[in-house]
């Protein structure tokens, strides 16, 4: 995210329209496809999730990206309790900002998730995932941000969200709704470590980032207007 901070920089000292576009073109930005993210008819998931019988709480671990965009989504979500950014798929000792941006530690960048299942269900959440929390087709970067710290992965808690993580992804793939293939990996128990406290609720303490503005509300705008039955004005807290 260093060079995603120095281009909000150079934002805010050039004007937003002129680097905009000087910085699409010189970072090789791909445009983000409306009918990938936005405006294509994405199913739902076919396979469910067991129902706990316990009533509890559970949690699910999501990579699509900044995890600044990620949290800001789902932290709209109704039933969402609250969302973390941090760091999965790599060790301890590298779950921090400067070794995670530098893409050699092995982990990305990713949100946990605490959610209510009586509320929303784990299929619901990788529903919104799919449709306009990122870009599922993009291999290790989303947007302008590029390295396997930025990579779309799903990182099941067990075999059953497993299962119906790859069961997803077979019937998107196979429902051709992105016109090429799902990038996504599904991992099984890897560890999730929170950031930094500076990363936490980013985009409500920011409003004004241009990086913000530009990436990730119109995610959330888009949940609002495909998914208006499970946006909520409420923001879950993460910290």
């Not at 709480?57 to 995890?67: K, T």
């Not at 921090?96 to 050699?104: E, I, K, M, W």
């Not at 990305?108 to 995932?129: C, M, N, W």
């Not at 990436?215 to 910290?239: S, V």
Request: hydrophobic share 40%; aromatic share 10%.
């Amino acid at each position: 995210m260093q060079a995603r901070l120095k281009f909000s920089t150079l934002l805010t000292s050039f004007g937003a329209v002129t680097v905009l576009a000087l910085g699409i073109a010189l970072s090789g930005l791909p445009a983000h496809s409306a009918g990938a993210m936005y405006g294509a008819n994405i199913p739902s998931p076919q396979a469910r999730l067991r129902q706990p019988a316990d009533g509890k709480s559970a949690q699910a671990v999501l990579a699509g990206g900044c995890f600044w965009g990620m949290e800001l989504v789902f932290a709209h979500v109704k039933g969402v309790l609250n969302v973390v950014s941090g760091y999965a798929g790599g060790e301890q000792a590298h779950a921090n900002y400067a070794d995670s941006s530098s893409g050699r530690y092995g982990d990305a960048e990713a949100v946990r998730i605490t959610y209510d299942p009586s509320k929303v269900s784990y299929g619901q959440l990788l529903h919104i995932f799919f449709s306009v929390a990122h870009d599922p087709t993009e291999l290790n970067r989303q947007g302008p941000d590029v390295g396997p710290q930025y990579r779309s992965e799903i990182f099941a808690a067990n075999a059953d969200q497993a299962r119906v993580a790859r069961a997803y992804i077979r019937q998107l793939d196979a429902a051709q709704v992105y016109g090429k293939p799902i990038a996504t990996r599904v991992s099984v128990g890897e560890s999730f470590f929170p950031a930094e406290a500076w990363h936490q609720n980013y985009a409500v303490r920011n409003p004004g980032s241009l990086y913000i503005r530009w990436n990730d509300i119109p995610k959330l705008h888009a949940l609002e207007q495909r998914f208006p039955q499970r946006y909520t004005a409420q923001y879950a807290d993460g910290m």
